[in-house]
Every structure is written in C-alpha cells, then in structure tokens.
C-alpha cells in the first residue's frame, strides 16, 4: 500500500560525492520518519540515517560529518547526502519510511522497505 521509488545510486570515487533520492506513495495518511540503511556484501546491515517528521536525525558512526539526511514533507521524499565517499561505503542503500495509512485504508501503521539503490565507491 506505500511504495518507495528510490534514486541516485552509482559509481563513484574516493572523496566523491552522491545524492540518493527515496519518495513515498501511496495511501499515505502521515508519515513519522524515513531513513536509510545499507548493506555491504558479506556484512550485517546497518543504520546510514534517519530523520522524523520533526526533523530529528540519527546517523550511525560511521557516516557520522560526511552524510546528511534531509525530508521533504510535502513530496514525502526523503535524501541523503553523502560527501567525501570511501571505498568501505560501498553498499546496497535501502530506504525504509514507518507512519500511518490514510483513513481510506483503515488509519493503521504501516513500514516499508525500498528495493535498494548500489553504491559503489572506487577508484
């Protein structure tokens, strides 16, 4: 019933920079906070960003002064900014959005999942 499209993966090398889109449709009544993790071959997923509807953040360690998560409330699109790149970034980024479906639908939570976007940081 929410669907993600997300955006803006590639290639890219060390030092560089990318910008990753995730916009949400659906019946969406109103969401609570979106966010981003990947996943690295090999490697447990862990948390890039996350924001909520109020503008809170939360970036994992590692990422931590080089990402930026920012939303957009009214596109219900989320964005990560990601600047001085590094090979050990390389990962499947996934996008995930939790909130309410609209009345129409019933008004009950929902969380979704985005397919996820590669990233590859190389030389």
């Known amino acids: 019933q929410v669907q993600l499209m997300e955006s803006g993966g590639g290639l890219v090398q060390p030092g560089g920079s990318l910008r990753l889109s995730c916009a949400a449709s659906g019946n969406i009544g109103s969401i609570d906070n979106m966010g981003w993790y990947r996943q690295a071959p090999g490697k447990q997923r862990e948390l890039a960003a996350t924001i909520t509807s109020a503008g809170s953040t939360q970036y994992g360690d590692s990422v931590k002064g080089r990402f930026t998560i920012s939303m957009d409330s009214e596109k219900n699109t989320v964005y990560l900014q990601m600047n001085s790149l590094k090979p050990e970034d390389t990962a499947v980024y996934h996008c995930?959005?939790?909130?309410?479906?609209?009345?129409?639908?019933?008004?009950?939570?929902?969380?979704?999942w985005g397919h996820g976007t590669q990233v590859t940081v190389s030389s």
């Open positions: 995930s959005v939790r909130g309410d479906l609209d009345s129409a639908s019933g008004s009950g939570p929902f969380f979704s």
